[in-house]
């Protein structure tokens, strides 16, 4: 496959925030573009001054459609020409319409086959809001411009740990309501797809949380674990899914046990993301799986407290970029043998009293042998391929696939 040049959409997120600041930095590194096609959606006024205020020297090109972008430069896409007054660290309707205005237009894009993925700069929930934005964020807007019907999951990822919620954005009173056998099959099948095609990880294994303190002590403080979380974990196992918990979230990240994974699955967003984000607060990744559209962000916010100081740090939002140029590259090669797939090859001849069939004998396997659980190599640490333990026990350390473009 001849290796080209990816093309990457950047929406630059709320103007008043950390978004211009984190990509210029980025591309500051000439490298960079050694390894793809930039295409920053935003306003070249805006980018300016942001460029001005931090004395950054990263220059970029301007463009009027993602057509004319050229490799070997930054191509910032002009997506509205009216004036924006910046207002650094503080939330502004303005700073959301221009936030809205860049990726409503990134969506048309992708439509139209512009460009290969998209990263995401950090916009205001609030401000973002309008009659065209009614979502609670990023996932659910891209769900309903591009998902053609799929479903998106939530991974918060980085080279260690991947951590995949139920429920989202959803208050803590409606949780346990939300938390339904249906839902945590839906999400656990999309994980286990995600992380083959995705991330090359051939029989991945995932943990799934309880929901309850200790999860739910047989009862006594809660019954979700007994009544839905592990009839599902049940149902997961006979479609051959490596289901296994519930664990208590607590004990799970706190002794370390999420090493012995390829994937977390959690109930709700705090039960995931908090120990998520102490673990990896300078190169964690969003990552939006489920869709047809490859898309990550940083894993962290506008960040107002810090904007225009120039301090924030740009490592997040480098390894968003890697990691959606890894899983476009991922999904090229996993995609590949199943576009023209071999024919079944037999002939038939026949004799006065039958039909005699000549096939191509089949594999044979033994039922009773576990499928490979062998999975690629990892750049930065070797693999344990330790077979995991019987339901409801630690499994052995996954083995991953790679990570950085």
Known sequence: MEDKKIRV??????????GYEIILKTFEDPELLELCTPI???????????RKMLELQTNFSIINSAEEAKDGRVNLLTTFDEEVKVEIGQPSKEAGEAALKALDRAMTDYRSGLYDVLVTAPINKKTIQSDLFHFCGHTEYIEDCVGEGHKALMILM????????VTTHLPIKDVAQAITREAIIEKSRIFFNSLKRDFRISNPRIAVLALNPHA????????EEGEVIIPAIEELEAEGIQA?????????????????FDGVLAMYHDQGLAPFKALASENGVNYTAGLPIVRTSPDHGTAYDIAGKGIADV????????TAIDVFRNRQNYDE?????????????RDESEKVRFAVPKPRHDNNKPANTEAPKERRKPANTEKPKEHGEPAAAPQEGPKEA
Do not use: C, W
């Open 244 to 260: 296994f918990g519930p664990y208590p979230a607590d004990g799970f990240f706190g002794s370390g046990m999420y090493t012995k």
């Open 40 to 50: 920053i959606y935003g306003s070249p006024k805006v980018a300016a001054y942001h």
């Open 9 to 18: 959409a950047i929406t630059h997120g709320d103007t008043n925030g950390i």
């Open 337 to 349: 043998p199943l576009e023209n797939p071999l024919p079944k090859l037999y002939h038939e001849k």
């Open 158 to 165: 980085n080279e260690g740990l991947r951590v995949a919620l």
């Open 216 to 223: 739910g002590d047989e009862g006594l403080v809660g019954k």
């Open 315 to 322: 490592n997040s939002f480098r390894q968003a970029i890697y």
